[in-house]
């Protein structure tokens, strides 16, 4: 099988649409389902021969019809009843592409068709039971999730916070310095009589002894 590219530009998009394999064709043929067929889980599907369709878009909007042929080269299908006239005469099926149409009614003669039905079917089914797995958690967690609910809904009351009084500091008394044991000093020496100074006498001047003389 070759791995399907994926292209941006449009004209690469033609290009793969255009040299496509048979079985990415096959794909590319799918049409929506009716709401009626669309209920039991599959979305859209390929068409095939033998199929009753409904024209949801066009100047043929609301015809309905079995698929006569289904061209594959030219992605497009041709529906019983649905024809119309060319100058010369002559009538022809009118091409319809499968994304305007929806189908009606499910051609099941196949066997393998009918399988890929009933898979598809399960696949809701299979992803209803996952999603009630998620939804339904174990018990221990849903009890833990209960308490915690519990605790989050009841709002903790903000208790007034207590104003720090201002301690004031008392001047920082001096600690008295214990007195360390002096030691017992040896005593005085018994104080001498300080020597007093003689001042020298003053000399006499020359004038002073003849006055004196």
Do not use: C
């Not at 005469?89 to 003669?109: C, E, Q, Y």
Request: a positive charge.
């Amino acid at each position: 099988m070759q791995a399907t590219k994926s292209a941006k530009a449009p004209r690469k998009q033609r290009k793969l649409l255009h040299n496509a394999p048979a079985h990415l064709r096959h794909k590319l043929m799918a049409a929506p389902l009716s709401p009626e067929l669309a209920s039991k889980g599959v979305k859209t599907f390929p068409v095939r021969k033998g199929d009753s369709i409904r024209i949801m878009r066009g100047d043929h909007k609301g015809f309905e019809g079995k698929i006569s042929r289904v061209d594959l080269k030219n992605y497009r299908i041709y529906v019983e009843g649905l024809t119309r006239e060319k100058v010369d005469g002559t009538t022809i099926f009118v091409p319809v592409h499968p994304s305007k149409v929806a189908i009606r009614k499910l051609n099941l003669d196949d066997k393998w068709r009918k399988a890929i039905v009933e898979r598809k079917k399960e696949l809701p089914k299979k992803e209803e039971k996952a999603k009630k797995a998620v939804e339904k958690p174990p018990k221990k967690v849903a009890e833990v999730k209960e308490e915690k609910a519990a605790v989050v809904e009841k709002p903790t009351e903000k208790k007034p916070k207590a104003r720090k009084k201002r301690v004031q500091k008392k001047p920082a008394t001096k600690k008295k310095k214990e007195k360390k044991p002096t030691e017992e000093k040896p005593a005085k020496k018994e104080e001498e009589p300080k020597a007093t100074k003689r001042t020298r006498a003053k000399r006499k001047t020359a004038s002073e002894k003849e006055g004196g003389t």
